[in-house]
C-alpha cells in the first residue's frame, strides 16, 4: 500500500525486488481524496506519478491498483485483501504499507 512516502516506498519495492524468491506484487495506491470529495483522475492526485515511477522502475511486473479516495486504513486493508483473495484467489499473502522496509531476515523468517 502506498500513497505519500515516496522515500520508503523506493526502499520498500527495492527491498522487494532483492527478495530473491519468486513472487507476485500488487501494489495498492490511495489517495488523499476524501469520499466526501469530488473525485478526480489518480493522474491528479499528488503523490500519484511519483509513486507509480517508483514502481514502474523497480517492479515493473507489478500489478498496480489505484483508489479514487482515501478512506482509512481499515477499510483500504480490507478491500485490499477481499481483491487478493476473492479476485485473485490466493490464499496467502505478505501485506507491507509504504513506510516498512523489510529486511533479510524478514523474508527468511516470512
Known sequence: MAYNRSAYFKRCLEAVASSGSPHDVHIF??????????IIPASEV??????????DNILPD???????ANVAPSPV???????LFD???YDRCIHLVDDFVP???????S
Open 46 to 55: 499528488p503523490g500519484y506519478l511519483e509513486v507509480r515511477k517508483l514502481a
Open 77 to 83: 486493508s480490507i478491500a485490499m485483501k477481499a481483491c
Open 87 to 89: 479476485v485473485y484467489g
Open 62 to 68: 507489478a500489478t498496480l491498483h489505484c483508489s479514487v
Open 103 to 109: 529486511t533479510k531476515s524478514f523474508w527468511s523468517t
Open 29 to 38: 495506491i490511495d489517495s488523499p481524496v476524501k469520499l466526501k470529495q469530488r
